[in-house]
């Protein structure tokens, strides 16, 4: 049957994707939580691919990702954020209101703790923030690999925070996937019934060179560390693919000129591992 509505599909190019089967569940789920917590580590093990780059330093994320999981019985959309902290600047500001935004614009709230220490002021900030919101959330101890002889009482700070709101309460491990499966089968049983909103192959709403300027940026992160800020911005300028390789030509804009020299480092040094390192991840 040709409808008009089925025109409008086609013209769209959402004629794509498939009509997902009766009960078939779908929704967002962001997952929001302190620096450094592991939220990135934890939307690519879900997927099963890289998507957003992860480090030890805290601020890895910038923008708002979206991860893909699409199984037999529901898709579910993750989207990853920037770590929330207490702001002090305009800019926090800035990063607390995309929060909120964020926080209001999902189905489900995922907000992920570092299990494996105790809950602090952090992790309050961002229940008070959450406390505003009419999306149910879940509570995601992660980390539970590095959790040391006193877990119980780790637990039990955590458990305080989760308990007035009658807020569920799941343990896993982004690192090694421990208990992942159980995570997946709570937040399927929050979505309600729903269409794929994406088709089912796709894992990410990123276009590719996205992917590869940040897979760029996170070598940089994790080779030079403090020396470089996280104002380090990547432009990939042009993609050449051939046959049997791809060129990569991509731009690395520092904000100070003294940032330059340690970015190249000695004879090139620098450049050269951070290029081979990013090789390595672009091509897997
Ligand atoms: N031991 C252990 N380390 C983890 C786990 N999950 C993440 N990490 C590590 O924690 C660090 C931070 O991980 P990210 O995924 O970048 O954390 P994030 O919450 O996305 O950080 P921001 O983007 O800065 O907010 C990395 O070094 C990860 O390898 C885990 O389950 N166990
Ligand atoms: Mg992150």
Same mark, same amino acid.
Request: glycine content about 8%.
């Given at each position: ?17 498939? %009509? ?126 590095? %959790? ?137």
């Amino acid at each position: 049957m040709n409808s008009i509505d089925d025109h409008i599909l086609e013209l769209s190019g959402e004629a794509t994707i498939p %009509q997902a089967p009766a009960g078939y569940k779908s929704g967002f789920i962001g997952i929001i939580g302190r620096p450094n917590v592991g939220k990135s580590t934890l939307m690519n093990q879900l997927v099963g691919q890289k998507i957003a780059i992860t480090s030890p330093v805290a601020q890895t994320t910038r923008n708002r990702l979206r991860g893909i999981l699409t199984t037999s019985e529901a898709q579910l959309i993750f989207v990853d954020t920037p770590g929330i902290h207490k702001p002090h600047h305009q800019l926090g500001k800035v990063l607390v209101q995309n929060a909120r935004i964020a926080i209001d614009s999902v189905d489900v709230v995922l907000f992920v703790v570092d299990g494996s220490v105790e809950a602090g002021g952090g992790d309050r900030y961002i229940v008070e923030l959450l406390t505003h919101t009419k999306t149910p959330v879940i509570l995601g101890l992660n980390k539970i690999d590095q %959790q040391p002889q006193d877990a119980e009482y780790l637990d039990s700070t955590y458990m305080q925070l989760a308990e007035p709101y009658g807020w569920q309460v799941v343990k896993f491990s982004a690192l090694s996937g421990d208990e992942l499966p159980t995570l997946q089968q709570l937040l399927i049983k929050q979505l309600e019934p729903g269409p794929y909103y994406y088709p089912p192959d796709l894992v990410t709403d990123q276009p590719e060179r996205f992917i590869m300027g940040e897979l760029i940026r996170e070598q940089i992160l994790l080779l030079t560390r403090e020396e470089i800020p996280h104002s380090v911005a990547i432009a990939i300028e042009k993609v050449e693919e051939e046959a049997t390789i791809t060129r990569v030509f991509a731009a690395i804009n520092v904000e100070r000129d003294s940032q330059k020299g340690i970015l190249i480092g000695k004879g090139g040094s620098m450049l050269k591992t951070i290029g081979s390192a990013a090789r390595e991840q672009i091509k897997s």
